[in-house]
């Protein structure tokens, strides 16, 4: 499975963005799709997660509210909306594909996300 992130940017606290997560190559053995982040010398970090089967979605606390995790079956294709970001969501994002919430087999190459106060 290959996974291509991309619609990271810079914006001001209140401002929104848009993430996708393009995959491609043996999808079906993948039914979870998540996203995570990570800022410098942080841990990696659970934002949302969400299946391809049921759309069943799944969010960090800090993000429940202000991001919508969703998916576009045909087009192979998981968003991130995030709205009202605070500067405390600067962090590189990472898209992930993974049979499970606890199993995480392929990640994409990140894309950053930086929010001005």
């Known amino acids: 499975v290959q996974l291509q992130a991309s619609g990271g940017g810079s914006v001001q606290a209140g401002g929104s963005l848009r993430l996708s997560c393009v995959a491609s190559?043996?999808?079906?053995?993948?039914?979870?799709m998540g996203w995570f982040r990570q800022d410098p010398g942080k841990a990696r970090e659970f934002v949302a997660r969400i299946t391809w089967s049921t759309g069943s979605a799944y969010y960090a606390d800090s993000v429940k509210g202000r991001f919508t995790i969703s998916r576009e079956y045909a087009k192979k294709t998981v968003y991130l909306e995030m709205n009202s970001l605070k500067p405390e969501d600067t962090a590189v994002y990472y898209c992930?594909?993974?049979?499970?919430?606890?199993?995480?087999?392929?990640w994409g190459q990140g894309t950053q996300v930086t929010v001005s106060s």
């Open positions: 992930a594909a993974g049979r499970s919430a606890s199993s995480w087999s392929y």
């Open positions: 190559g043996r999808t079906f053995s993948s039914n979870n």
